[in-house]
């Protein structure tokens, strides 16, 4: 697609529940990365992909947070037995390379969870 | 992993106005992106600095890299409404982001 595309674009969700947020990187963009950014803060790392590979997740705040992406393409970040912390926007981002040199990521517009 | 910090951390200007926001570094940076959002949005990448005093122009919006490559400045010149969002720094090798500096340009 021309640009990286997240679904839902916003998701309530009550306290206990697990929920699946998608992103549709680039075509053939290898380098795709996941950011939790609360209400006023800057965007805050959870975990980066390289193809299908997962290679650094160090961001994720819990064990309740995974994110995959099974055949280097749309990944998904999953988040079980939501608690309210857990409120924010989930933004996206995919480069075509290992790192995105001069032509920076490209980011999704992003899912905005609210945790009630 | 890098810490950036972002100054000022709130930005209000009259239309026309210069102004200036920095990034600060804890570590020496491979390379350094400047990001925009607007409210509710994603965010749009606007340059990318690499090189020790290196300088990018775009439009109306100029940023700079000092030669130790722990600093960055973007500096806008007569600002318009146009400008309103949120600036973010982010650092190259592990994609991790200030804070951000949220411009208000009055009319």
């Known amino acids: 697609g021309a640009g990286v595309s997240q679904s839902p674009r916003y998701k309530v969700a009550k306290r206990g529940q697990d929920v699946a947020l998608r992103c549709d990187p680039i075509s053939g963009h290898v380098s795709l990365f996941w950011y939790q950014q609360a209400l006023g803060q800057g965007p805050e790392f959870l975990t980066y992909?390289?193809?299908?590979?997962?290679?650094?997740k160090s961001g994720l705040p819990s064990d309740r947070f995974f994110a995959e992406r099974p055949e280097g393409s749309v990944s998904t970040l999953k988040i079980q037995r939501t608690q309210q912390e857990d409120s924010a926007v989930y933004l996206c981002?995919?480069?075509?390379?290992?790192?995105?040199?001069?032509?920076?990521?490209?980011f999704g517009s992003g899912t905005r969870l609210t945790v009630v | 992993s890098q810490e950036l910090e972002q100054s000022p951390q709130s930005l209000i200007v009259q239309e026309g106005k210069n102004l200036t926001i920095n990034c600060t570094s804890s570590k020496t940076l491979y390379g350094l992106y400047w990001y925009k959002q607007k409210y509710g949005e994603g965010l749009i990448f606007l340059m990318m600095?690499?090189?020790?005093?290196e300088e990018k122009s775009h439009e109306k919006i100029t940023a700079k890299l000092d030669e130790k490559k722990q600093q960055s400045s973007l500096h806008i010149t007569a600002s318009q409404p146009s400008h309103a969002g949120i600036y973010l720094c982010?650092?190259?090798?592990?994609?991790?982001f200030g804070a951000g500096t949220r411009l208000t340009v009055k009319p």
């Open positions: 600095l690499q090189k020790g005093g």
């Open positions: 981002a995919s480069s075509p390379g290992g790192h995105a040199a001069n032509y920076g990521y490209t």
């Open positions: 992909f390289q193809n299908e590979a997962q290679l650094d």
């Open positions: 982010g650092a190259e090798n592990d994609m991790r």
